[in-house]
T-cell receptor, first 111, second 114 residues
């Protein structure tokens, strides 16, 4: 069964600290993996997109990694800012249009 | 920068009433999606349009939900009658033709059914 599990469910860190969010999956095969940021009450916004053959992709302070052997993806946030407070969701694309969504990790940055 | 527009942003309705949401995709995007997102969960696809045709509505509760995109541009999602369990965020997204993974999301409509 194609499933996506994200951990932790929620995370609180101090401003300026780094953090890593995890995404474990059983989706197979898939075309690409995308990490979204979703602010409270807003629609998701794409942060990174990786094909199944890529290992890492960066977008500013956000770095996504993909390990096909362990079936894990992670999103690392460096030098967190208050504006990073949001939910982060990993999404896999199967076939032409089937998206399989994780439930997200709710990140809270405290000053 | 072009955006997906949705209205209303918030809607409170009583159960058994009818409610409708509107979405205007990014100009030129052939594909339009309606998602339902329950708090603390990822979005769930309700219906996907390619131009004016429904491509996938397998998860749409057709006894009470309906969606249309008559001219292949903007779209309306309707719920009649609304139930308490319909309280959720309703997201609309659009993507260019044949590039379904490039979905751009609107701000969503937060529905509360009382």
């Amino acid at each position: 069964k194609n499933q996506v599990e994200q951990s932790p469910q929620s995370l609180i860190i101090l401003e300026g600290k780094n953090c890593t969010l995890q995404c474990n999956y059983t989706v197979s095969p898939f075309s690409n993996l995308r990490w979204y940021k979703q602010d409270t009450g807003r629609g998701p916004v794409s942060l990174t997109i990786m094909t199944f053959s890529e290992n890492t992709k960066s977008n500013g302070r956000y770095t996504a990694t993909l390990d096909a052997d362990t079936k894990q993806s992670s999103l690392h946030i460096t030098a967190s800012q208050l504006s990073d407070s949001a939910s982060y969701i990993c999404v896999f694309l199967r076939g032409n249009y089937q998206l399989i969504w994780g439930a997200g990790t709710k990140l809270i940055i405290k000053p | 920068e072009a955006e997906v527009a949705q209205s209303p942003r918030y809607k409170i309705t009583e159960k058994s009433q009818a409610v409708a949401f509107w979405c205007d995709p990014i100009s030129g995007h052939a594909t339009l999606y309606w998602y339902r997102q329950i708090l603390g969960q990822g979005p769930e696809l309700l219906v996907q349009f390619q131009d004016e045709s429904v491509v996938d509505d397998s998860q749409l509760p057709k006894d009470r939900f309906s969606a249309e995109r008559l001219k292949g541009v903007d779209s309306t999602l309707k719920i009649q009658p609304a139930e308490l369990g319909d309280s959720a965020m309703y997201l609309c997204a659009s993507s260019p033709r044949d590039i379904s993974y490039e979905q751009y999301f609107g701000p969503g409509t937060r529905l509360t059914v009382t």
